[in-house]
């Protein structure tokens, strides 16, 4: 236990009861998330301090060691970066990786560039944040998936998404733009969904990914069964393979480049047919609830002895990055 830092604890619903009412399924599994991750902390910093509120962090900065924020939603525009920022501003250490970082993940298209420029497989892209930009004819072959830019949990994500020609693409571009998202367009790769979870201990521990499966074409992950509030999605391990090997190495070359990062997640699309693989993206702050693929997937392949076990590594591995007292 880390009995002499004072940490404070921010997410959406970080000092939320179990008992508490919740507006629907998913709301409720979030929140028990970070009940549960709450408890797991509290069992190395017992005076932690948790709060909903950012405006903690502005108010009473002074009073804090660390901080452990699981804010990657925020109602303004590249909020995965905000506390992150506000810490650096503060000069308070911090779990994830540093406002840069967690820009280039957030941001899609950055991410397939670094991705790119690694010589790691992508799919083709573009871009586009306002409907003079869009193309009045095809940049590549489709079939096309549309999807936001900067967004987390597969916000706005369904079949609708993928679009068969260029004409249907313009219609849910336009779409997308009319309630204000910035759009990514890439070729739609019917595939299957590879997960990589890595963090930092001893070392860069880079799991075999898990494979996620889902009732929708292309394995496509909605956002409410990301909250377990529709079903549909099976996880499934993967065994070592040369496949899987490969992506591990991708995985691993990628969180080098990012270091220092305490942990992430990364994410393949596997081509049924051809057995290409292709780069998606990759997340900094992704779930690290007890049942998410990340913790089941690393107790699997015996990365760590239980939850709190990993969750523990992770948090010493960051203090002792950020010369903080571990003892």
């Known amino acids: 236990m880390n009995k002499n830092l004072s940490v404070l604890y921010l997410s959406k619903y970080a000092d939320a009861n179990e008992t508490d009412n919740f507006e629907n ?16 902390i ?3 910093f017992p005076s932690l301090h948790a709060s909903h509120c950012i405006d903690d962090l502005i108010e ?32 308070i250490p911090y779990l994830g990786a540093t406002p840069n970082i967690r820009a280039l993940a957030e941001d899609k298209h950055l991410a397939k560039c670094l991705a ?35 967004a987390a949990a597969s916000k706005y994500i369904d079949e609708s998404c993928i679009c068969d020609s260029w004409s249907k693409a313009t219609e849910k571009i336009m779409e997308f733009l009319d309630n204000n998202v910035d759009v990514i367009v890439e070729k739609f790769i019917d595939g299957t969904f590879y997960s990589v979870p890595a963090f930092s201990s001893e070392q860069i521990n880079v799991s075999l990914p898990y494979i996620l499966k889902t009732n929708h074409l292309g394995s496509i992950v909605t956002h409410k069964q990301k909250r377990g509030a529709e079903p549909g999605m099976t996880r499934e391990f993967s065994p070592l393979s040369e496949l899987t090997k490969t992506i591990q190495q991708y995985s691993k070359t990628i969180y080098n480049c990012c270091y220092p990062l ?7 699309l596997v081509d049924n047919i051809t057995n290409s693989i292709y780069f998606l993206e990759f997340n900094i702050c992704c779930n ?16 760590a002895n239980d939850y709190d076990d990993l ?15 571990i003892t």
């Open 42 to 44: 509290s069992k190395i």
């Open 116 to 150: 790119s420029t690694l010589k790691i497989p992508t799919a083709p892209w573009i871009i586009i944040s306002a409907k003079d930009q869009i193309p009045k004819q095809t940049i590549f072959n489709g079939p096309y998936f549309v999807k936001p830019r900067f």
């Open 311 to 325: 969750i523990e590594k992770i948090i010493y591995s960051s203090l002792k990055r950020q010369h903080l007292n």
């Open 25 to 40: 399924i998913s709301e409720e599994n979030y929140a028990k998330y970070h009940i549960n991750f709450r408890k797991s």
């Open 262 to 268: 305490d942990y992430a997640r990364f994410d393949f």
């Open 288 to 303: 690290l609830s007890p049942k998410s693929g990340f913790v089941q997937t690393c107790l699997h392949n015996n990365l």
């Open 60 to 91: 009473n900065h002074s009073k804090y060691d660390y901080v452990i924020s699981l804010y990657n939603q925020y109602p303004i525009k590249n909020s995965e970066i905000f506390i992150s920022s506000l810490c650096e501003y503060y000069k």
